[in-house]
């Protein structure tokens, strides 16, 4: 059975593609109970972690082999010491239950499993893209975790069948985690290496908006109608400038 059907690679995971060593394996560590056991089957019947792997082969193939563990308590998260990323079965529980508590807001037709799915995808892509800059030595000026954040977005519209979408399942999972908060952040939050969760969303929607306007033409309507034409502008601008920066150091150039 496939799980993650809404999500198939363009042509990466035929031919031979996956032929070569992959520059990414993946673990997982024994579940505890039931739920983490049905957690873990969900994960191999979905096609993540092919699509990652298919992804990093095309277009950021890593020197040093990166390892993706499943299970654990720390995570999501990327550990340079060990050049592994760790994914706790627990964050994948946590999105589905997200997506469960507010599947009447939902307007793609995923289940909350799908939608899931694309979360994890994106946080995947999103950890591979810290791992990517330590192994290649990219320099990055400013917020690591918000040039990240576009690299897992881009990788999705790119690269990924119906990418844009699940891009957008991921940015939904900011918003239910911001709308989760009080109305007030506390001090730690202001020096987060993070920006907060609702500026995660609306930058991942502004990408998506910028990939294609016509496509997503009322993905913005949450912004003010006083800023909306300036805003769209800005998205189409900055997803092209991001995309050709990205480029400079993927394997396959725009």
Same mark, same amino acid.
């Given at each position: 059975?496939?799980?993650?059907?809404?999500?198939?690679?363009?042509?990466?995971?035929?031919?031979?593609?996956?032929?070569?060593?992959?520059?990414?394996?993946?673990?997982?560590?024994?579940?505890?109970?039931?739920?983490?056991?049905?957690?873990?089957?969900?994960?191999?019947?979905?096609?993540?972690?092919?699509?990652?792997?298919?992804?990093?082969?095309?277009?950021?193939?890593?020197?040093?082999?990166?390892?993706?563990?499943?299970?654990?308590?720390?995570?999501?998260?990327?550990?340079?010491?060990?050049?592994?990323?760790?994914?706790?079965?627990?964050?994948?529980?946590?999105?589905?239950?997200?997506?469960?508590?507010?599947?009447?807001?939902?307007?793609?037709?995923?289940?909350?499993?799908?939608?899931?799915?694309?979360?994890?995808?994106?946080?995947?892509?999103?950890?591979?893209?810290? %791992?990517?800059?330590?192994?290649?030595?990219?320099?990055?000026?400013?917020?690591?975790?918000?040039?990240?954040?576009?690299?897992?977005?881009?990788?999705?519209?790119?690269?990924?069948?119906?990418?844009?979408?699940?891009?957008?399942? %991921?940015?939904?999972?900011?918003?239910?985690?911001?709308?989760?908060?009080?109305?007030?952040?506390?001090?730690?939050?202001?020096?987060?290496?993070?920006?907060?969760?609702?500026?995660?969303?609306?930058?991942?929607?502004?990408?998506?908006?910028?990939?294609?306007?016509?496509?997503?033409?009322?993905?913005?309507?949450?912004?003010?109608?006083?800023?909306?034409?300036?805003?769209?502008?800005?998205?189409?601008?900055?997803?092209?400038?991001?995309?050709?920066?990205?480029?400079?150091?993927?394997?396959?150039?725009?």
């Amino acid at each position: 059975m496939k799980v993650f059907g809404s999500l198939l690679l363009a042509g990466l995971l035929s031919g031979g593609a996956l032929a070569a060593q992959p520059s990414i394996v993946v673990e997982y560590q024994t579940p505890q109970g039931k739920n983490e056991t049905q957690i873990r089957q969900l994960i191999e019947q979905s096609e993540v972690n092919d699509t990652l792997v298919a992804l990093s082969k095309s277009y950021f193939v890593f020197d040093q082999t990166l390892t993706v563990n499943y299970g654990g308590e720390d995570g999501p998260m990327y550990d340079p010491e060990v050049h592994m990323v760790s994914i706790p079965y627990g964050f994948v529980s946590e999105a589905i239950r997200y997506f469960r508590d507010n599947e009447d807001q939902q307007t793609s037709g995923n289940t909350p499993t799908l939608s899931a799915m694309d979360t994890l995808l994106h946080t995947l892509l999103h950890e591979a893209g810290h %791992a990517y800059i330590v192994d290649q030595n990219i320099p990055v000026l400013g917020k690591e975790e918000d040039a990240v954040d576009n690299f897992a977005t881009l990788m999705m519209i790119r690269y990924v069948e119906g990418g844009d979408e699940a891009a957008i399942s %991921a940015a939904n999972m900011f918003a239910y985690e911001s709308n989760d908060r009080p109305d007030y952040y506390d001090f730690g939050e202001y020096i987060d290496e993070h920006s907060f969760d609702l500026q995660r969303y609306f930058s991942t929607l502004c990408l998506v908006y910028g990939s294609d306007p016509k496509q997503h033409a009322k993905l913005l309507d949450e912004v003010e109608k006083d800023y909306l034409a300036e805003r769209k502008e800005f998205c189409i601008e900055n997803y092209q400038q991001l995309d050709q920066n990205w480029h400079v150091y993927l394997t396959e150039q725009p």
